[in-house]
């Protein structure tokens, strides 16, 4: 069986749909309730046995680094006042696990993005967490279930595995769109599941128009990929948006060696668009105060 404990975080975005709130503040620290959104989704890796984790920015996100490491100077300042519970509070990121960051260089897109890690990652194969999207913390184990479920179906069959959800249909345009197999084309009653389910996927339809779309399965952005997607990333040509698409890698990795995706159990928030953010932090802050956090 083999474990994977390596994952890319893509952080490279400007996050123009989060402007003006991210135009000095990188829009991965923005809050949800007490914590900055990319905090979840290092939280949700490291629950799944994620130990390696890479960062994809630019000069503008250096920010991102520095939460994950320690404030030596804070950390005395801390402590020189006796609020030891509060510095350690801020190191609470495990010491076997590491947080890197390497540059994109140009803007070329996600896919771009990914290959940029290449150096760092190097033989292994790995996860992808888009930290636009925050899986729910709060409700079980859920959110960690679901990296880990992919985690263990990958260790069984070595097939690369996506996360997908239902979305509704004014949302499809938003999201890459999962084409099944005849034989799983029904899709009606997934979002109804409280298990994740596997399926082998056909292809996926980047941001498609409605009329377009084959599914209403949306990748989520949770992705575990055997290290041969590099190559296919290296031979992918710009397309939709004039970008490098990871989407177009994973349509050629499916057609030599077979991918699955895997349902999503629980709910995810989208804090990469302002209105989606904007309920996200919502539902974050209430069930903090809740929990009185
Ligand atoms: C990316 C992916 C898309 C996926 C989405 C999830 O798009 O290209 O397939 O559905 O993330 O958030 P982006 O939102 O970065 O444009």
Redesign the pocket.
């Known amino acids: 069986m083999k474990k994977i404990t390596h994952a890319v975080i893509p952080v490279a975005?400007f996050g123009t749909r989060m402007l003006p709130l991210s135009k000095s503040v990188p829009k991965e620290l923005l809050p949800l309730g007490n914590r900055p959104a990319i905090h979840y989704v290092v939280e949700e890796a490291i629950a799944a046995g994620i130990k390696h984790i890479v960062l994809v920015g630019h000069a503008q996100k250096s920010a991102i680094e520095n939460y994950f490491d320690i404030n030596a100077e804070l950390d005395n300042q801390l402590r020189h006042k006796g609020k030891d519970a509060l510095a350690d509070s801020l190191n609470w990121l495990p010491e076997d696990v590491t947080v890197s960051m390497i540059r994109q260089g140009q803007p070329l897109g996600?896919g771009h993005a990914v290959l940029a890690a290449r150096p760092i990652i190097g033989e292994h194969d790995f996860a992808v967490l888009?930290p636009?999207?925050v899986l729910d913390p709060f409700t079980g184990d859920m959110t960690a279930d679901n990296l880990a479920f992919m985690l263990n179906a990958f260790a069984d069959d070595a097939h690369s595995q996506i996360l997908v959800e239902q979305v509704a249909d004014e949302d499809v345009h938003?999201?890459?769109i999962a084409q099944l197999n005849e034989a799983f084309s029904d899709t009606s009653d997934v979002d109804e599941a409280d298990l994740n389910a596997s399926f082998k996927v056909a292809g996926f339809v980047?941001k498609p128009n409605l009329a377009d779309a084959p599914s209403r399965l949306?990748?989520?952005?949770r992705y575990v990929f055997s290290n041969n997607i590099f190559d296919y990333l290296a031979n992918t040509t710009a397309s939709v948006g004039g970008e490098i698409?990871?989407?177009d890698a994973i349509d050629a990795l499916i057609s030599q060696h077979g991918v699955d995706v895997t349902t999503m159990r629980g709910d995810s928030y989208?804090a990469?668009d302002m209105r989606s953010y904007m309920q996200a932090f919502i539902y974050f802050a209430q069930q903090q105060l809740a929990n009185k956090e």
Not at 218 to 221: E, I, P
């Open positions: 975005g996600l888009l636009d999207v938003k999201y890459g980047e949306a990748v989520v952005g698409q990871l989407t989208d990469g």
